[in-house]
């Protein structure tokens, strides 16, 4: 079956990085896309950072471009985010998912999710 592990998450200071790792396994990971979603306390999961399963095309939303970058090692079945200069308002769980095709910014392309790693930011 699908397994997602997160790891990474931790508290930091705003203006501080961070990187993300996810590790697959019980799919095709290179025939996949992958994704980041996040979830603050009383807010919907909200889709991230999406990448293409070869890694060839990426997409963040708004609220992060220019600080958040996705990638991927398919020969080691992970994605990572980096998270750069941090703001309080990123404070969340990020979780990964498995898309059930090649690419998509549909949050609703996505079918399994990991537990999450929880990221804090705050000063």
């Known amino acids: 079956q699908v397994q997602l592990v997160e790891s990474g998450g931790k508290a930091v200071q705003p203006g501080n990085s961070l990187g993300l790792s996810c590790v697959a396994s019980g799919f095709a990971f290179s025939s996949r896309a992958m994704a980041w979603f996040r979830q603050a306390p009383g807010k919907e999961r909200e889709l991230v950072a999406v990448?293409?399963?070869?890694?060839?095309?990426?997409n963040v939303v708004d609220s992060v471009r220019g600080r958040f970058t996705i990638s991927r090692d398919n020969a080691k079945n992970t994605v990572f985010l980096q998270m750069n200069n941090l703001m309080p308002e990123d404070t969340a769980v990020y979780s990964c998912?498995?898309?059930?095709?090649?690419?998509?910014?549909?949050?609703?392309?996505?079918?399994?999710w990991g537990q999450g790693t929880q990221v804090t930011v705050s000063s």
């Open positions: 990448i293409s399963s070869s890694g060839g095309i990426t």
């Open positions: 998912a498995v898309a059930k095709t090649y690419y998509t910014m549909n949050p609703g392309g996505y079918e399994s």
